[in-house]
């Protein structure tokens, strides 16, 4: 194979494989669901899928299914278009817009396969960069045109931010020739639900999953809202039989069933409950100097600790314990962050007491460190710069040993 068949950027990109280590007790770091699918549901599932025709494709009209999404969001069939998955539609348009010669606007820092896809299939795009309180900047909308498409993620992820709904319709009434994209798939965390407002506005799509208010992350089912003209369009687009028998099944036999439904509505209440008792025992337990959790509209926290070696420590400890979380220091804007998914009360106390020893640590540090500047001053007043900044790595080590023993 000619070497240079894959371009720089493609082979410099790193991988997107998110790694499963056995030993994680506690998976925090993808969003998803903690408590599965009822294993007696799961059976009759697994039956259906015993009288599917494994053989044949599986169907690729789904107009059924996306009849009753468009009752779960209030709209008509010819405004869904559903697929494996969000992330398949996000791949879709960004290439479709980009073979087009579309000028696409993303907000940073966001939904990390919005720089991925875009690193590794070569195509450019504009960031529209956050304030440095990690809110959407308005006062800095970009100019959009006919030719621009542009991409916000409401609530974001991974910050937890969200996007004005009024500014929204401003937005949207201001500039009717641009396409605006909004990932909504965290919408059943908080309240705005934006998906009807793609009745009104034709430059519109809204996309949405099952993946995070559901339990069914496995099962790859997304959907995109729009008016019927741009549902059609985006059809055509979407590679067919994508879905395979097992996710159709379920979608046909168990999504919309009342026990189901009722099910994953009160599991979102829970984890909305557990997200805004651990923003608050984090506001009020750590002061600002030392950590930031910012205020989150999805099932995950983003939390900044400012120390670099205290952030650095709380990595290794929570890996050293089991429990997975993303480092999000790499997106922009996001230094010394990690964000963490609403798990279960049992996890998010395992996050919540690591965190604490963690940085417990951390303050028994300072307060050495403290002591020993008094020590230095006292055993040599005269001499200049002798604070403990000037003692050699291993002087403080020991000193630090010798204090924790
Ligand atoms: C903002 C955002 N959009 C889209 C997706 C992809 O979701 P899906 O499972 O529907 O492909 C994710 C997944 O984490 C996400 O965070």
């Not at 403290?370 to 900044?389: H, M, N």
Request: with cysteine; hydrophobic share 40%; net charge neutral.
């Amino acid at each position: 194979m000619q070497s240079n068949i894959f371009n720089e950027r493609l082979q410099q990109a790193g991988t997107r494989v998110a790694h499963s280590v056995l030993s994680t007790r506690f998976q925090l770091d993808k969003n998803e669901q903690t408590d599965d699918v009822d294993f007696a549901l799961k059976q009759q599932v697994v039956n259906c899928l015993l009288n599917a025709n494994w053989n044949r494709y599986p169907t690729s009209d789904y107009r059924d299914i996306e009849a009753k999404i468009a009752g779960y969001c209030d709209l008509q069939p010819e405004n869904i278009a559903l697929s494996a998955g969000s992330a398949s539609i996000i791949t879709t348009l960004l290439d479709y817009f980009a073979l087009n010669q579309k000028r696409i606007i993303i907000t940073q820092p966001s939904y990390s396969l919005f720089d991925y896809h875009c690193q590794t299939y070569n195509i450019n795009y504009e960031s529209w960069l956050l304030t440095p309180e990690l809110e959407y900047d308005y006062d800095n909308i970009p100019k959009l045109d006919a030719n621009s498409v542009l991409i916000v993620t409401t609530p974001n992820n991974p910050v937890g931010n969200t996007f004005d709904a009024a500014k929204l319709e401003k937005l949207l009434t201001d500039n009717p020739q641009a396409c605006i994209i909004l990932d909504a798939v965290y919408c059943e965390f908080c309240q705005m639900d934006i998906a009807p407002l793609v009745r009104k506005y034709e430059n519109l799509i809204v996309l949405r999953s099952f993946s995070k208010a559901f339990p069914i992350a496995g099962l790859r089912l997304g959907y995109l809202c729009a008016a019927p003209k741009t549902t059609a369009a985006v059809r055509k687009l979407l590679l067919q039989f994508s879905i395979c028998h097992f996710s159709l099944i379920f979608a046909r036999e168990m999504l919309f069933t009342p026990e189901f439904m009722e099910t994953s509505r009160r599991q979102v209440r829970e984890i909305i409950a557990e997200r805004e008792r651990m923003c608050r025992l984090l506001t009020d337990n750590y002061d600002r100097q030392t950590l930031k959790v910012f205020k989150s509209a999805g099932n995950f926290l983003l939390i900044r600790v400012f120390d670099d070696a205290a952030y650095k420590q709380l990595l290794a400890d929570l890996e050293a314990a089991g429990i997975r979380v993303l480092n999000t220091s790499r997106f922009p804007l996001l230094y010394n962050t990690l964000r963490v998914s609403i798990g279960s009360r049992r996890e998010n106390e395992a996050f919540l007491n690591c965190l604490h020893n963690s940085l417990a640590g951390v303050s028994a540090d300072t307060a050495l460190l403290a002591d020993l500047l008094q020590e230095c001053f006292l055993a040599d007043k005269s001499r200049v710069g002798s604070g403990v900044g000037d003692m050699p790595r291993e002087s403080w080590a020991r000193a630090r040993q010798e204090r924790r023993a």
